[in-house]
């Protein structure tokens, strides 16, 4: 059973032999995400709060033994991921499609507001039952789920006894702590600040130490 530890993610300079250290990085700020705004698989870029969010979060992962560096495809992660590799000294990142954001379909472009009013009963289970949602015209949410994990899986069989960063987006750092966790009802949408890392130890168990604070857009 994982552990989860309602913790700041911690710094770790060495991971165990057995063990990858893997941090996952929630994006920097966009313009749609202060507008509140689902984004989805729209390519949007970092705004100059979002490049002072990598700049932070390449700040905290300095000097501890970053070996890799992964990021989803879109333009938000990888200039995230890449302010990151260049401050740890990592020469290339790794761009990972299970690592992409959710498909929200017709939800893309809305406020929660809208798209509540588009489909209100679609969006009620979004909120409260991740294992049955689908984005109208979109992805299954379980789907989503199932990338994710199998992107972790990955990195950690390339990865023991390595530290790791994955540049992701927030959705998909929550599915991924409600499947090892087995959380379903509202309590899956954590808060998870832009620019925030969670730390996910993963070996015969995966122990997770989720930043404080944090918003749930």
């Given at each position: ?10 710094v770790s300079t060495r991971a165990a ?94 406020t929660a507001s809208e798209a509540q ?76 600040s832009r620019g925030s890392l969670s ?19």
């Open positions: 059973m994982a552990v989860l530890r309602n913790a700041p993610a911690t032999d057995d063990i990858c250290t893997l941090y996952m990085v929630r994006h920097g700020t966009t313009t749609m995400n202060v507008e509140n705004r689902y984004r989805g698989r729209r390519d949007v870029p970092l705004d100059a709060q979002g490049y002072q969010d990598a700049v932070d979060a390449a700040r905290f992962l300095s000097g501890i033994g970053v070996q890799a560096v992964y990021t989803g495809p879109l333009r938000r992660t990888i200039a995230t991921a890449q302010i990151i590799a260049d401050e740890v000294r990592v020469p290339d990142i790794r761009i990972l499609h299970g690592l992409n954001n959710i498909d929200y379909g017709a939800w893309e472009g809305l009013m588009y489909d209100p009963q679609a969006f009620e289970t979004y909120r409260t039952s991740p294992s049955t949602a689908v984005c109208p015209a979109g992805e299954r949410l379980r789907d989503g789920q199932q990338r994710i994990l199998d992107a972790i899986s990955l990195i950690e069989s390339r990865h023991r006894g390595e530290i790791v960063v994955a540049v992701t987006h927030a959705v998909m750092i929550r599915l991924a702590v409600a499947a090892t966790q087995h959380v379903e009802g509202e309590q899956w949408r954590i808060p998870l730390r996910f130890d993963i070996g015969e168990d995966i122990s997770i130490s989720l930043p404080e604070g944090g918003d749930v857009d």
